[in-house]
């Protein structure tokens, strides 16, 4: 049986760790580089090898960017006194996305999980009490999600805020029936979130 060369197979390994990749998958995509023009796959490698040099942190948000401090935080437009604080990058993709929000974010750099080692010391914490500190922000979206880590994070920031920050004002994203849902095909969980979260007809 012939085995695969030791290069593309070295592909093959480090392809296969990205998630949703197994090694069949891994092994179409390698297959799909060598079928390139060799400019583009050099162009692929020089990407991903400048990757790590090329992106930072932004010291206000924690986003990923080519510049410190990120555009968003550098926008002038933007509301200075409202701040959407989020698990992860991908999640203020998803919110920029829709523009419509226009004030400012943290990233926390994930949830709290005690069973998977993340405990509030490994959250953006230092920069959320920062940013507090500097009182222009007078309100703090939570928008984490309605997993129980979620949850446990969201009740987590609500009592560490309210405790130094008191006049900041806490709210969260709305949780319930999405639009264009009937309510005979909510689970209880919808449902119960939908009913302690309702809200006033005008």
Known sequence: MQ???EPLQAVID???RLPGLGPKSALRCAMSFLKWPEAETRRLGTAIHDLRDKLHLCGHCGALSDADPCSICTDAARSC???CVVADWDSMLTLESGDFYTGRYLILGGLLAPLDNVYP???GLEKLD???KQGQIAEIILALGATVEAE???SFLCARVRARFPQVRISR???GIPLGAEVKFMDKETLRQSLKFRQDLS
């Open 14 to 16: 480090q392809l296969s």
């Open 130 to 132: 920062a940013r507090l």
């Open 3 to 5: 085995k695969i060369p």
């Open 152 to 154: 446990n994070t969201a």
């Open 173 to 175: 994203l709305a949780l």
């Open 81 to 83: 006194d409202v701040l």
């Open 121 to 123: 010391d490994n959250l």
